[in-house]
Protein backbone atom coordinates (compact mmCIF):
# COMPACT_ATOMS: atom_id res chain seq x y z
CA UNK A 1 0.00 0.00 0.00
CA UNK A 2 3.09 1.95 0.40
CA UNK A 3 4.56 2.21 -2.37
CA UNK A 4 0.59 2.62 -4.42
CA UNK A 5 0.72 5.75 -2.02
CA UNK A 6 3.90 6.82 -3.38
CA UNK A 7 3.14 6.12 -7.04
CA UNK A 8 -0.24 8.22 -6.17
CA UNK A 9 1.16 11.00 -5.10
CA UNK A 10 3.74 11.07 -8.20
CA UNK A 11 1.24 11.00 -10.72
CA UNK A 12 -0.42 14.01 -8.60
CA UNK A 13 2.59 15.67 -9.05
CA UNK A 14 2.95 15.36 -12.74
CA UNK A 15 5.00 11.86 -13.66
CA UNK A 16 3.78 10.47 -16.28
CA UNK A 17 0.98 7.87 -15.36
CA UNK A 18 2.28 5.40 -18.61
CA UNK A 19 5.53 5.21 -17.56
CA UNK A 20 4.83 4.06 -13.94
CA UNK A 21 2.02 1.80 -15.06
CA UNK A 22 4.99 0.60 -17.02
CA UNK A 23 7.75 0.07 -14.55
CA UNK A 24 5.63 -0.80 -11.03
CA UNK A 25 2.22 -2.16 -12.11
CA UNK A 26 1.66 -6.28 -12.15
CA UNK A 27 -1.93 -6.00 -14.50
CA UNK A 28 -0.80 -7.58 -17.82
CA UNK A 29 -2.34 -4.28 -19.41
CA UNK A 30 1.21 -2.63 -17.72
CA UNK A 31 2.88 -3.04 -21.03
CA UNK A 32 0.34 -0.46 -22.44
CA UNK A 33 1.38 1.49 -20.06
CA UNK A 34 -2.15 0.48 -18.04
CA UNK A 35 -4.25 1.24 -20.95
CA UNK A 36 -7.36 -0.95 -20.67
CA UNK A 37 -9.06 0.41 -23.75
CA UNK A 38 -12.66 1.31 -23.41
CA UNK A 39 -15.04 -0.96 -21.24
CA UNK A 40 -18.72 -1.09 -20.33
CA UNK A 41 -20.38 -0.88 -17.14
CA UNK A 42 -20.58 -4.73 -15.73
CA UNK A 43 -16.93 -5.27 -17.54
CA UNK A 44 -14.57 -4.50 -14.16
CA UNK A 45 -15.18 -5.57 -10.28
CA UNK A 46 -17.43 -3.33 -8.84
CA UNK A 47 -14.73 -1.23 -6.78
CA UNK A 48 -12.90 -0.47 -9.84
CA UNK A 49 -16.13 -0.14 -11.48
CA UNK A 50 -17.41 2.43 -9.83
CA UNK A 51 -14.25 4.50 -9.20
CA UNK A 52 -13.70 4.48 -13.22
CA UNK A 53 -17.04 5.74 -13.70
CA UNK A 54 -17.08 8.52 -11.57
CA UNK A 55 -13.78 10.29 -13.18
CA UNK A 56 -13.71 12.71 -15.87
CA UNK A 57 -11.86 12.86 -18.46
CA UNK A 58 -8.31 13.34 -17.27
CA UNK A 59 -8.99 13.08 -13.76
CA UNK A 60 -6.91 10.63 -11.69
CA UNK A 61 -8.61 8.43 -8.81
CA UNK A 62 -7.84 7.81 -5.21
CA UNK A 63 -6.83 4.40 -4.59
CA UNK A 64 -9.02 1.50 -5.58
CA UNK A 65 -8.58 -1.69 -3.38
CA UNK A 66 -9.96 -4.91 -5.25
CA UNK A 67 -9.58 -8.54 -4.34
CA UNK A 68 -6.84 -8.04 -7.09
CA UNK A 69 -4.78 -5.68 -5.52
CA UNK A 70 -4.43 -1.90 -5.40
CA UNK A 71 -5.35 -0.01 -8.25
CA UNK A 72 -4.81 3.81 -9.28
CA UNK A 73 -7.21 5.04 -12.51
CA UNK A 74 -6.50 7.71 -14.73
CA UNK A 75 -9.53 8.51 -17.29
CA UNK A 76 -7.96 9.43 -20.79
CA UNK A 77 -11.52 9.30 -22.75
CA UNK A 78 -14.75 8.56 -22.92
CA UNK A 79 -17.56 6.98 -25.54
CA UNK A 80 -21.03 7.29 -25.24
CA UNK A 81 -22.81 4.08 -25.27
CA UNK A 82 -24.13 3.52 -28.76
CA UNK A 83 -27.26 1.87 -28.91
CA UNK A 84 -27.84 -0.15 -32.12
CA UNK A 85 -30.88 -0.77 -34.28
CA UNK A 86 -31.83 -3.94 -35.03
CA UNK A 87 -30.29 -3.92 -38.73
CA UNK A 88 -26.81 -2.63 -37.26
CA UNK A 89 -26.96 -5.41 -34.81
CA UNK A 90 -28.67 -8.56 -37.11
CA UNK A 91 -25.59 -9.81 -38.16
CA UNK A 92 -23.41 -9.73 -34.57
CA UNK A 93 -26.99 -11.64 -32.85
CA UNK A 94 -26.67 -14.40 -36.26
CA UNK A 95 -22.85 -14.63 -35.85
CA UNK A 96 -23.53 -14.85 -31.80
CA UNK A 97 -26.55 -17.76 -32.30
CA UNK A 98 -24.30 -19.34 -34.45
CA UNK A 99 -21.70 -19.83 -32.47
CA UNK A 100 -23.89 -20.77 -29.29
CA UNK A 101 -25.35 -23.35 -31.36
CA UNK A 102 -22.44 -24.68 -32.53
CA UNK A 103 -20.94 -24.95 -28.96
CA UNK A 104 -24.34 -26.53 -28.34
CA UNK A 105 -23.60 -28.98 -31.15
CA UNK A 106 -20.00 -30.07 -29.82
CA UNK A 107 -20.90 -30.17 -26.37
CA UNK A 108 -23.66 -33.00 -27.28
CA UNK A 109 -21.02 -34.37 -29.75
CA UNK A 110 -18.74 -35.10 -26.92
CA UNK A 111 -21.30 -36.08 -24.62
CA UNK A 112 -21.97 -38.95 -27.00
CA UNK A 113 -18.75 -39.90 -27.66
CA UNK A 114 -18.16 -40.29 -24.20
CA UNK A 115 -21.01 -42.47 -23.16
CA UNK A 116 -20.04 -44.83 -26.31
CA UNK A 117 -16.76 -45.10 -25.03
CA UNK A 118 -15.30 -47.93 -22.84
CA UNK A 119 -12.93 -46.00 -20.67
CA UNK A 120 -10.41 -47.50 -18.23
CA UNK A 121 -8.30 -45.86 -15.51
CA UNK A 122 -5.36 -47.61 -14.78
Known sequence: MAKTRELL???????????LAKANSSCPSAQKGGDLGFFSRGRM???FEKAAFELKVGQVSDI???Q???H?????DRKDAVVKTFE????DIIKMLAQKKQGELVKEYI?????KAN???L
Open 68 to 70: FGY
Open 9 to 19: KQIKDGADFAT
Open 88 to 91: QAKD
Open 111 to 115: DSLKA
Open 119 to 121: IAY
Open 64 to 66: VET
Open 72 to 76: IIKLT
Open 45 to 47: VPA
